[in-house]
């Protein structure tokens, strides 16, 4: 395999069944790394893990938002590769654009159960391994511009994105004698299936002309951009930095 910036180092990646969590996945991949996937969806994260080299990447269907699944994929992990050197909190969910005073309290929930309590459990389950096997570790948590640009009918989500980077800010200070290392990846819209929801019209070229039109460099995020600052971050080239925001935007946040 490579001998890229992760070789030899085992990552997991939430979320990694489709869209930017699968970008991240096979850039992991080609820069050497081992790495666990845990997704919900059993089909693609099988399909994911039957395209890459064998022994390479390994699925485990888990829950984010739940602790046991958390202990069952560092498990995972730490039998098959022996360590964990790097968490990519990846999996997150976006609710459809309305007033943010119509959002149910159940969705309001979910938003922050799958968001927000995953980076709770990932920490709590993951940082005593790091700790424990000495050398530091590195999380790279997939916030959201809407934490640095809120918009309008996106409250609630845009708080659990805020939490997020909180969060990561604060435990990079609190961590940092373990040289365990905290970073968040914000980026603006991408090409993925989540990004219809947030059309304020169906989906046609005026909506996406819309959303385009905040975009200096006049395109969506791709999950190759994602991937790409994701892998610098967990990778030693980035061992000086830690609680950090990093925009993959296009340029949205000079607007």
């Known amino acids: 395999m490579s001998q890229g910036k992760l070789h030899n180092k085992t990552a997991i990646v939430t979320g990694g069944a489709y869209g930017f969590g699968e970008g991240i996945v096979n850039k992991f991949i080609r820069e050497g790394a081992n790495v666990v996937i845990m ?10 893990q039957y395209s890459l080299p064998r022994k390479c990447a390994i699925f485990v269907r888990g829950d984010v938002s739940n602790e046991n699944d958390w202990k069952a994929v560092r498990d995972t992990a730490l039998l098959n590769y022996g360590r964990i050197d790097i968490v990519v909190n990846n999996a997150g969910i976006v609710n459809r654009i309305q007033s943010s005073l119509e959002v149910p309290e159940a969705m309001f929930d979910r938003l922050h159960s799958i968001n927000v309590k995953s980076i709770y459990h990932s920490a709590r389950v993951i940082v005593p391994v790091f700790q424990q096997q000495g050398g530091g570790g590195v999380f790279v948590n997939i916030s959201s511009m809407g934490s640095l640009r809120p918009r309008a009918n996106y409250a609630w989500y845009a708080a659990t994105k805020g939490a997020v980077s909180a969060a990561t800010k604060s435990l990079a200070a609190e961590l940092a004698k ?37 975009i200096p460099l006049g395109r969506l995020a791709t999950p190759a951009d994602v991937a790409n600052a994701t892998a610098f971050l967990a990778s030693d080239e980035a061992s000086f930095i830690t609680g950090v925001e990093l925009p993959v935007d296009g340029g949205r946040s000079l607007n």
Request: a negative charge.
């Open 178 to 214: 373990d040289n365990i290392r905290l970073n968040t990846v914000c980026p603006v819209a991408g090409e993925t299936g989540m990004t219809p929801l947030i059309l304020e019209q169906p989906d046609t070229p005026g909506a996406w002309s819309k959303i385009l039109s905040g």
């Open 39 to 48: 997704d919900i969806d059993s089909n693609n994260g099988i399909r994911v």
